[in-house]
């Protein structure tokens, strides 16, 4: 029986495993998906909110801010990126600089530190390519941008090396009450577990109900995006936000770690809650909303479009902490925005509520915070390259021309992929395929080294596990 | 450091028909550095017939082609590294490049060749909105699978953009059992050869519809439909109430070429908005002394003869370069006016009776045209021809009687 099962490996659901894997405890996950960051954590906006603007006195609002003081030092532990470009909130009218004073007040409330009211000047100083009309902005130099992606696969390594177990492709079907817990049917195997975290995401209301929990509803609502080449990428060089107007809460114009720009997101309400495409009115108004904050915006030089889906709970908070419906499950569910940065937040509060519940925790001797991470190859001089290669000529043999990523750096991503690798699972750890071609030219050849290295048939592989299968089959020439 | 007379970067045809003129031309130390396990680039993957009927009068499939090049290459004392990739190159003609054998390189040339090729456009570029499945391809790579790993992508297929890549690859996934359903084409014309779409499309009942794009991309893990639509021809916005569904396990996208030329514009070299390639003069020199340029980086090219030609000129005039011998004069620019969209050189050291050959397309179909060329409010030449359309390259050889104004190309319907 393990001590405690994580429902859900995004972002919210691998922190939690990896807080827990602090104490002498026997933990898994079961995500239903081939990987982590298969849902909101792979697509979003990726930005380290200030927390000025969550409602004072909320969940959201505590665990942004707290969320936001811890995430330095967790990007240190686990070699995460994390650019503090600090995020400005425009105001393009009076009316708007109203609302831009209010968010102040309220940053002020919920304790967000040095938040100043900025003016036009000031802006123009910051970013080039401003729109003229900006009169003036909240600056927030707390906020930031991370990886999100990133983030999560970090957060899964350094629990698993801690000791966690993680079952993919097995999604929490039914639970049933059992002697000091519950056991758990995953489809393929049973489970059983003293206590349960619910970090399900847009499916944590259908998990929290399988519980007795339906306290709470969630709802789809999309963020789509438009992702532009490095190379035209100057226009975004901090966060900008703009201040909730008439017009709505309006679309951000922001950077990525990895130096793109990207704008977005829209706000749909959905009822399907696996519906990630992108609609077609979303470029032009993505592209009409986000040329109020930078007039001229490249879009010739955009690469991709992606769309991801918040998980909004009703009511509108996070929900965070033991159900009061049930005293083995922990709920860590409606982690909508800001729902990336109060992830290791909502992690300590989890581990906090399960001690509650009875759970003993005590630390052990051994775990280790740090995953050491090799230097990527894009990033290295001259030197550090030529010692590479010398050590692992796989280092000279360059894969993904775009994003300068080897096949060295493949080969660890294929071995660090849980079950099968996918295409798209290797692409988020070593980034080939993410760059102005999008995969055209090494999407083959990253397919041939996972065959190789896994000893798989290529017709086998897929993009994202299911069905998404890349290949149907072998030409005619090869059937005689 | 090693050094180089002159380094090439890229080993496809242009690469290599370029330090062939510079060894013919009298360079001594010649290095070609190619990413690939081998050379002759994107014609490695063209086991189709059409190459060489005008370089060497006879038809031959890609790999032949580059064949006749590469056996040159044993007589001639010309250094190859293969898996050899150039990451950099600096404003001093240093260039930096990583292999497996050979470690981290550095090279400092006395000129350099660029013949990176081009890169195919990708959906992101189209922003075709819907989901991102599997079994969306750039024809290219679709062509790689099928032609040199025998991968078949899809069995339904639906091509967007009619190119010469798209066109043999409707082919090509045809002959492989696949069943094609349309090629989809934005414009009014399609932008690949004639000859390609009598012998891929007609000869293979697969229909081309022009005016028409694929608005929306369907299903969630493998691709299971497109949207198309057609669209206006003036604003090329797509008109409501045209769409239609078209089941499909694969979408190929042929859909226009981007010369690589990240290199370049690390080094600093002036880019031609619309070619996407370097702004040369007659000698194919770009904006960086010793920095040549040739092939599909410079522009785009239908056929592979015309890459040859240019290479040669552009290896030529870097082993030229390296000894010192720079040819010189006053500069003068040459223009695209009328129809016409882009002209290569776009600059000419005017020099008295030097005949220069002039590459440019048209922006539109015309049919007749009429080319004028155009200088000091003279006219040098004028020519009518049938027809000229955007899928075509066209030339035209002007003899400088002598030091001219600014060089001007106009093409008008008649
Ligand atoms: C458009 C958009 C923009 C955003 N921008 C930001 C931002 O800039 N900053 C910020 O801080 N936050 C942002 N967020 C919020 C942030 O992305 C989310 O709060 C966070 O990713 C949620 O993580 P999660 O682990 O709860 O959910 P998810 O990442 O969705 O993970 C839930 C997991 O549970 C799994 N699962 C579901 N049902 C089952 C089952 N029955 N059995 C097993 N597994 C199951 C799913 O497969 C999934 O992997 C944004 C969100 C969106 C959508
Ligand atoms: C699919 C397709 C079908 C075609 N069909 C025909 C046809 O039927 N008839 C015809 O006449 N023409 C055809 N063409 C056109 C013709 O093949 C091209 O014009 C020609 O190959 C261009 O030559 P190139 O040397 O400029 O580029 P490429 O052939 O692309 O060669 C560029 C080379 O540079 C290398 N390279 C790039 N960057 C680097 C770097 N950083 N370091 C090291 N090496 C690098 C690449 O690996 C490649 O080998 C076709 C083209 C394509 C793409």
Redesign the interface.
Same mark, same amino acid.
């Given at each position: 029986m393990f001590d405690v099962l994580v429902i859900g490996a995004g972002v919210v659901g691998c922190a939690v495993a990896r807080e827990l894997s602090r104490y002498a405890l026997r933990v898994a996950v079961a995500e239903a998906g081939p990987d982590v960051a298969c849902g909101a954590s792979k697509a979003n906006s990726a930005i380290v909110h200030a927390g000025y603007d969550c409602e004072p006195g909320t969940n959201m609002a505590r665990l942004n801010v707290r969320g936001n003081a811890m995430f330095g030092a967790l990007c240190e532990e686990l070699a995460v990126p994390l650019k503090r470009t600090g995020s400005l909130v425009l105001a393009f009218s009076d009316e708007e600089m109203e609302s831009v004073r209010r968010l102040y007040e309220s940053g002020l409330k919920n304790g967000v530190p040095g938040l100043k009211i900025l003016d036009a000047e000031a802006c123009h100083a910051m970013q080039e390519g401003l729109n003229p009309e900006v009169k003036g902005a909240l600056y927030a130099p707390t906020g930031g941008i991370t990886s999100p992606y990133e983030l999560t696969i970090a957060l899964f390594e350094n629990a698993r090396q801690n000791g966690t177990e993680f079952f993919f492709e097995s999604p929490v079907l039914a639970a049933r009450a059992i002697e000091g817990g519950y056991e758990l049917d995953l489809g393929q195997k049973m489970l059983q577990a003293r206590y349960v975290v619910n970090a399900a995401g847009l499916y944590a209301d259908q998990i929290s109900a399988l519980f007795g929990d339906k306290c709470f509803k969630i709802h789809a609502r999309k963020g789509e995006y438009? =992702?532009f080449d490095r190379?035209v990428s100057g226009f975004a060089k901090t966060v900008l936000f703009q201040a909730p107007g008439p017009l709505g809460k309006g679309v951000l114009v922001a950077p990525t770690v990895h130096g793109n720009a990207y704008i977005g997101p829209t706000a749909v309400e959905q009822a399907d809650k696996? #519906? +990630? *495409? @992108?609609?077609?009115e979303?470029?032009d108004e993505l592209s009409k909303a986000a040329s109020r904050s930078v007039p001229t915006l490249p879009?010739?030089g955009?690469? +991709?479009? /992606?769309a991801g889906l918040r998980a909004m709970p009703e009511p509108h908070d996070f929900i965070v902490g033991l159900s009061p419906k049930n005293p083995r499950l922990v709920q860590a569910a409606g982690i909508c925005s800001p729902g990336l940065t109060s992830a290791p937040a909502i992690a300590e509060e989890v581990a906090k509520a399960l001690s509650l519940a009875g759970l003993d925790l005590e630390e052990k001797t051994g775990f280790d915070p740090i995953r050491r991470e090799e230097k990527a190859f894009r990033e290295m001089n001259?030197d550090e &390259?030529?010692a590479a290669?010398?050590f692992d000529?796989?280092?000279? &043999?360059?894969i993904c021309?775009c994003e300068?990523v080897?096949e060295a750096e493949i080969l660890r991503a294929i071995r660090a992929t849980p079950g099968v690798p996918t295409?798209d699972g290797v692409k988020r750890r070593a980034r080939a395929g993410m760059g102005?071609?999008?995969?055209? /030219?090494c *999407?083959?050849r990253v397919l041939?080294l996972i065959a190789r290295e896994r000893n798989i048939p290529?017709?086998e592989l +897929? $993009? *994202?596990?299911?069905? *998404? $299968?890349? =290949? @149907?089959? &072998?030409?005619?020439? #090869?059937d005689e | 450091m090693k050094s180089a007379e002159v380094a090439v970067i890229g080993g496809g045809p242009a690469g290599l028909a370029a330090a062939l003129a510079a060894y013919e031309a009298g360079a001594k130390e010649i290095l070609i550095l190619e990413r690939d396990a081998k050379l002759g680039g994107i014609l490695q993957q063209c086991i189709h017939n059409g190459f060489g009927l005008h370089y060497f009068k006879q038809e031959l499939t890609g790999p032949e082609y580059a064949a006749r090049f590469e056996e040159r290459l044993l007589g001639a004392s010309i250094e190859v590294l293969t898996e050899t990739m150039v990451l950099e190159l600096s404003k001093d003609l240093t260039v930096t490049a990583v292999s497996a054998k050979e470690g981290y390189l550095q090279i400092q040339a006395k000129a350099v060749v660029l013949a990176m090729g081009c890169r195919e456009r990708s959906r992101g570029a189209l922003l075709i909105p819907g989901t991102r499945p599997a079994g969306v391809y750039t024809a290219g790579l679709a062509q790689r699978l099928v032609n040199m790993e025998g991968l078949l992508p899809g069995k339904e297929v639906v091509i967007l953009g009619s190119g010469d890549i798209g066109l043999i690859m409707a082919r090509r996934m045809s002959w492989e059992g696949a069943k094609v359903k349309m090629v989809c084409e934005l414009m009014p014309y399609s932008s690949g050869l004639s000859r390609n779409i009598v012998q891929c499309l007609q000869d293979n009942e697969i229909p081309l519809h022009f005016n028409t794009t694929v608005v929306e991309i369907h299903g969630k893990e493998r691709l299971e439909g497109v949207t198309i639509a057609r669209v206006d021809e003036k604003t090329k916005k797509p008109i409501v109430g045209s769409e239609k569904f078209v089941p499909c396990d694969t979408l190929l996208l042929s859909v226009g070429l981007i010369p690589e030329n990240e290199l370049s514009l690390q080094a600093g070299i002036e880019i031609d908005p619309v070619t996407g390639g370097a702004r040369v003069s007659q000698e194919r020199q770009t904006s960086l002394p010793g920095v040549f340029a040739c092939g599909n980086v410079l522009h785009v090219h239908d056929l592979v003869d015309n890459v040859s030609e240019e290479a040669e000129i552009a290896g030529a005039a870097a082993a030229r370069f390296a000894k010192g011998q720079g040819k010189q004069g006053r500069e003068i620019p040459v223009r695209a006016a009328g129809g016409v969209r882009y002209v290569v050189p776009q600059r000419v050291f005017a020099r008295e009776g030097e005949e220069l050959t002039f590459y440019f397309r048209v922006g539109a179909a015309y049919r007749p045209a009429k080319l004028s060329v155009l200088s000091g409010g003279k006219q040098l030449l004028s020519r009518q021809k049938a027809i000229m359309t955007p899928g075509e390259m066209e030339s035209v050889r002007v003899k400088l009687s002598k030091p001219v104004d600014e060089i001007i190309l106009i093409v008008e319907n008649t």
């Open positions: 438009i =992702l190379a696996s #519906d +990630t *495409s @992108v609609r077609r979303a470029i879009l010739r955009a690469i +991709t479009l /992606f001259g &390259r030529a290669i010398a000529p796989a280092y000279g &043999r360059i021309r300068t080897p295409l102005r071609c999008q995969g055209g /030219f *999407s083959s041939e290529m017709e +897929t $993009k *994202s596990g299911g069905r *998404s $299968k890349l =290949l @149907v089959g &072998r030409t005619r020439e #090869d | -």
